[in-house]
């Protein structure tokens, strides 16, 4: 069973930095691509940025072009999202997701199949 486990959630103040961290637990699992989504209570998961495993191909979401970063390191199968200069409607819940195949649209939850439980990054005006 793949299992994503989040973590580097905090609570910052606006123009700080957290790097989050996901761990995929099955070392067997090759996904396509990796994303990071955020929601709020009530609201939908929205898109924050995504990775080819393959390539290293990234995409990011308008709104943290130049102040996030995603990464990758394969042989410790492990996603990261450096965010730099937050802001507090960065605020939300921060999910990592996998997608074991090609197909769909990577840049909603739906292209996207294994989803860790998310971590919380606060951010303090």
């Known amino acids: 069973q793949v299992q994503l486990v989040e973590s580097g959630g905090g609570l910052v103040q606006a123009g700080g930095s957290l790097r989050l961290s996901c761990v995929v637990s099955e070392r067997a699992f090759s996904p396509v691509g990796l994303g990071w989504f955020r929601q709020l209570p009530g609201k939908e998961r929205d898109f924050v940025a995504a990775?080819?495993?393959?390539?290293?191909?990234?995409k990011y979401a308008d709104s943290v072009k130049g102040r996030f970063t995603i990464s990758k390191d394969n042989a410790e199968n492990t996603l990261y999202l450096q965010m730099t200069n937050l802001k507090p409607d960065d605020t939300a819940v921060y999910y990592c997701?996998?997608?074991?195949?090609?197909?769909?649209?990577?840049?909603?939850?739906?292209?996207?199949?294994?989803w860790g439980l998310g971590t919380q990054v606060t951010v303090s005006s």
């Open positions: 997701a996998a997608r074991p195949s090609v197909g769909g649209d990577y840049t909603t939850p739906g292209g996207y199949v294994y």
């Open positions: 990775i080819s495993w393959i390539n290293g191909n990234t």
